[in-house]
């Protein structure tokens, strides 16, 4: 059973840091791209950012270019993403996200969420 839980999320002043951690389980985390996404109440989900399946290639979205790292851990089933200089309008709920192919079917599994609030 697929599973992915995130931590790390709260709240934080702006300009501050904060640090989010993916746990996977129930699939082939080495073999497989990684990604997180966040939500804004009442929005479309958005794609954030991707790390390839050997950490060696990342992307990201334009707004968080050089503030957000994404990373991730194979001996661990771990991914990260580290976030700095935060604005206002990073606030949101950010998930953990795996795109997962079974029998030659794709499958879309999420994270339940955490919630990352920056106000002063």
Known sequence: ????????????????SLGLSCLASGFAFSGSRMEWYRQIPGKEREWVATV?????????????KGRFTISRDNV?????????SLKPEDSAVYYCYVQY???????????Q????????
Do not use: I
């Open 101 to 111: 192919w079974r029998n030659g079917a794709p499958y879309d599994f999420w994270g």
């Open 52 to 64: 390839s399946p050997d950490g060696g290639v990342t992307y990201y979205q334009d707004s968080v």
């Open 76 to 84: 661990k089933n771990l991914v990260h993403l580290q976030m700095t």
């Open 1 to 16: 059973q697929v599973q992915l839980r995130e931590s790390g999320g709260g709240s934080v002043q702006p300009g501050g």
């Open 113 to 120: 969420g955490t919630q990352v609030t920056v106000s002063s």
